[in-house]
Structure formats: structure tokens, C-alpha cells
């Protein structure tokens, strides 16, 4: 009787927490949908191509930041964009940039942990994405 | 910020909301109309506060509709696709996390995480991260609970770094689209730095800042 007690806690706590972070949860996703729907795929690739050097890679790095794509998507746009004349370098900023660094996330970030450790940890990530693209520019 | 609506949620669950205005009131000595009248009034008032951004990025996308349709309706499609896949994954997350919050013991997170867990901290975060799938804000919650449960900083900062970049799932699909070659660059280069960059942050943080980071992890999950 006690561990049913004590499962029916775990729930009621796990929708306190789920009902706490909705408001952020839908704000940012709204947000997102509106940035996407004014930055559409072909503007991205227009200004990310393989001629376009370190200008590129730090619009490609500010893109990823902000934008929020699922993996399963991000992948087979790089892989497009690479065909369509993307570079190498300019992929992989998007890319990694995407994957570990969150602008539109961040409020969420600051609300679970802290305003220091969100911007420390995007800020590492950030600088780790940039180490990468400068290894694959080098190798690739 | 939220940890007064955070309070009646948790409530809701257990009796009717208006069984415990009236409850509320009378704790308060006030039983009388006007003040049930107010107190409605101002949950009401939270509830709009609350969704205050959600309200206006709707207004956004309605002006974005008049403005130019099909960005309208664009806007519209991909959010409400992006909620519907965050909407699928946070609440199996979340009972997830409950259930692992109540079920096992502190120790155990301190044995495999914790301050003094070494080598088998790092382990414990990359296999914690590798194992992933889903987008990195469904982590953070997952974060909070290794920090109320005593992980080393370090290794939750590690672990929302593998998280982030290493998902085996996701591996695989990535080798699949952008060759392997990239992938492992992308690997060798990325999780090592998280590795550095976790412990350098660490290192940046008062025992007073863990503290209160703890009691604030303590907090989301009671």
C-alpha cells in the first residue's frame, strides 16, 4: 500500500512539474514556428554556400544557435545543402551549432538552472562548435 | 517565478479547484463572498500572466497571417508540429523522472555521480547522454534531477554536452546523411572539449552558487 502511495506521488510531482514549464514550453515553440516560416530553407542555403568563407561560418554558427530543427531533419538539410553547393566548414557550423547551442531555449534554460550556468554552457558550446568547424575546414 | 501557480497545480490533482478557494479562505478567516469573488478574479489573472508569451506570439502569427498568408500558415503548421512532438515526449519524460525521483535511493546517484565518482562519473554521464534521444531542452529536467540527487556539476554539464551532440540514434543517421569521416571528426573533436569545458565551468562556481543551484533542483521535484 505504501509503494502505491509513494507511485502516485511520483506522478502527481511529475505533472506539477510538466503543468509548471507548459507556458515556456508553448511560447518558444510559437516562437520557433514563426522564426522558421520567415527564414525559409532557400534563404539559409543562398547565404551559407561554400564561397562564402568565415562570413559563412558565423552566419551558419548565428543560424544554428537560433533556429530549432530536429536531428532527423538537420542532417538531410546539411546533406542537401552540401550538394546544392554549401561548404563543408559552413555545414558543420550549422550543424553543431544546432545541436548544443539554444537562443530560443535559453529563457527555458535560465528558468531550470541558472542565468550563469545557461550562458556558461552556451557559450562553451558555442566556442566547441567553432573548434570543430575550424577542424573540419582544415581536414575536409 | 512560477512557485505560487506551481503550488495550486500540484493541488489541482487532489481535490477541486473550488473546494479549495473556499478551504483557502477559511484558513484565512475571510468566508465571505467578495473575497472568493477576488481571489478567482486574481487565479484568473495568474492563469493569463502565465501564458502572457503564448498569447502574444498567437497574435504574432495572426498578424503574420494578414500580412502574408502562406507565412501565416506556415508559421501556424510548423509550431503546432513542433508542440505536438514536444507534447509526445515531455510527459513520458516527466513520469519517468518521477518515478526514478521516488524509486531510487540518493546514493546510488551519489555512487555513480557524485563528487567522488571519478572516472565513473564521466562514464556514467557519457552513457547517461549517448543513450538519448530527443531534442536537449527535454535534458535539462533530467539535469535537475542528477543535481537534486547530488552528481557532481561537472558531470551534468558533461552529460547535457554528450546529450546534445553524441545521441547514438542519431549517430548512426548522421553517418547514413553526411559521412562518416565527419562524424567521427565531429566526435573526437566535440565530446572531449565538453568533457574540458564542464570541469572549467565547475570550477567558476562558488560552493555557494552549487548550493543554491541544489535547493533549487530540491524544489523542482517536491
Redesign the interface.
Known amino acids: 500500500m505504501k509503494d502505491k502511495k509513494?507511485?502516485k506521488?511520483?506522478?502527481?510531482?511529475?505533472?506539477?512539474?510538466?503543468?509548471?514549464?507548459l507556458?515556456?514550453?508553448?511560447?518558444?515553440?510559437?516562437?520557433?514556428?514563426?522564426t522558421?516560416?520567415?527564414l525559409s530553407p532557400d534563404i539559409i542555403s543562398k547565404l551559407i554556400g561554400s564561397n562564402s568563407g568565415f562570413f559563412g561560418v558565423v552566419l551558419s554558427l548565428t543560424a544554428g544557435s537560433i533556429t530549432?530543427i530536429?536531428?532527423?531533419v538537420a542532417?538531410?538539410l546539411?546533406?542537401t545543402l552540401?550538394d546544392a553547393g554549401a561548404g563543408?566548414a559552413q555545414?558543420?557550423a550549422f550543424?553543431?551549432s544546432l545541436?548544443?547551442v539554444?537562443v530560443v531555449?535559453l529563457p527555458?534554460?535560465i528558468?531550470?538552472?541558472?542565468k550563469?550556468?545557461a550562458i556558461?554552457?552556451n557559450a562553451?558550446?558555442l566556442?566547441?562548435s567553432l573548434?570543430?568547424t575550424m577542424?573540419?575546414w582544415k581536414?575536409? | 517565478m512560477n512557485t505560487d501557480i506551481n503550488a495550486d497545480s500540484m493541488n489541482t490533482g487532489l481535490e477541486n479547484p473550488n473546494m479549495k478557494s473556499i478551504r483557502s479562505s477559511m484558513n484565512s478567516g475571510r468566508l465571505t463572498a467578495r473575497s472568493e469573488n477576488r481571489s478567482i478574479k486574481t487565479r484568473a489573472f495568474a492563469v493569463v500572466k502565465k501564458f502572457r508569451f503564448v498569447i502574444v506570439f498567437a497574435f504574432v502569427i495572426i498578424a503574420l497571417y494578414f500580412t502574408d498568408k502562406t507565412e501565416g500558415i506556415k508559421a501556424f503548421n510548423i509550431s503546432l508540429s513542433n508542440m505536438k512532438e514536444m507534447l509526445g515526449l515531455i510527459p513520458p519524460i516527466f513520469v519517468l523522472m518521477g518515478l526514478l525521483d521516488a524509486w531510487v535511493p540518493k546514493e546510488t546517484f551519489i555512487r555513480y555521480m557524485g563528487e567522488a565518482s571519478g572516472l565513473k562519473g564521466v562514464l556514467t554521464a557519457l552513457f547517461l547522454g549517448s543513450a538519448a534521444a530527443g531534442p536537449l531542452y527535454i535534458a535539462f529536467p533530467i539535469a535537475m534531477l542528477l543535481i537534486k540527487k547530488k552528481a557532481k556539476l561537472a558531470y551534468v554539464l558533461f552529460f547535457l554536452g554528450v546529450w546534445s551532440t553524441a545521441k547514438l540514434p542519431l549517430l548512426l543517421y548522421e553517418i547514413s546523411y553526411m559521412g562518416a569521416r565527419f562524424t567521427a571528426i565531429r566526435i573526437a573533436v566535440c565530446v572531449p572539449l565538453f568533457l574540458l569545458f564542464s570541469l572549467i565551468i565547475e570550477k567558476t562556481f562558488s560552493a555557494e552558487e552549487k548550493e543554491s543551484l541544489g535547493r533549487k533542483a530540491e524544489s523542482e521535484f517536491s
Open positions: 509513494r507511485t506521488i511520483a506522478l502527481l510531482k511529475a505533472w506539477k512539474s510538466f503543468s509548471g514549464i507556458p515556456e514550453i508553448l511560447s518558444v515553440m510559437m516562437f520557433a514556428g514563426i522558421l516560416a520567415i530549432m530536429p536531428g532527423f542532417f538531410p546539411g546533406a552540401l563543408y555545414i558543420a550543424v553543431s545541436m548544443a539554444g531555449t527555458l534554460e528558468k531550470y538552472f541558472s550563469r550556468m556558461l554552457r562553451s558550446a566556442v566547441i573548434v570543430f577542424v573540419i581536414l575536409m
